[in-house]
């Protein structure tokens, strides 16, 4: 595989970037009805969604929110431990006394 210093010498990078990425229409009546097209699908995937699969999508999503914060260099003053803990107890949709009870 060319590396790519090895590429760059031969293209320029515009050409690299089109190369990589996948060109839509240019058309933008056309692109509407093909993004409208895809919103329509995201939305059927969505609500055939169960509620189990949901949870563990908002739950992952807290956790890569979690690890990304922990890797960043700089601190955030919104993202203290009772921030995530809040998000996690709404993401459950328990009460926050029942979580602190043990219910």
């Known amino acids: 595989m060319k590396s790519y210093k090895e590429i760059e ?3 320029s990078p515009e050409e690299i970037a089109e190369s990589l ?3 839509g229409p ?8 093909m993004l409208s097209a895809l ?3 995201r939305k059927q995937q969505k609500e055939n969604q169960s509620e189990e ?5 908002q739950l992952l999503q807290l956790k890569f929110l ?3 914060y922990l890797k960043a260099d700089s601190f955030n003053k919104n993202f203290y431990f009772g921030y995530f803990l809040n998000e996690y107890i709404a993401r459950l ?7 602190c ?3």
């Open 53 to 57: 699969s949901k949870l563990i999508s």
């Open 93 to 99: 949709e328990k009460k926050k006394k029942a979580v």
């Open 101 to 103: 009870s043990g219910d």
């Open 26 to 33: 240019k058309d933008p009546v056309k692109r509407e009805k």
């Open 9 to 11: 010498k031969k293209h």
């Open 66 to 68: 979690m690890e990304d």
């Open 21 to 23: 990425v996948f060109p």
């Open 39 to 41: 919103r329509e699908v």
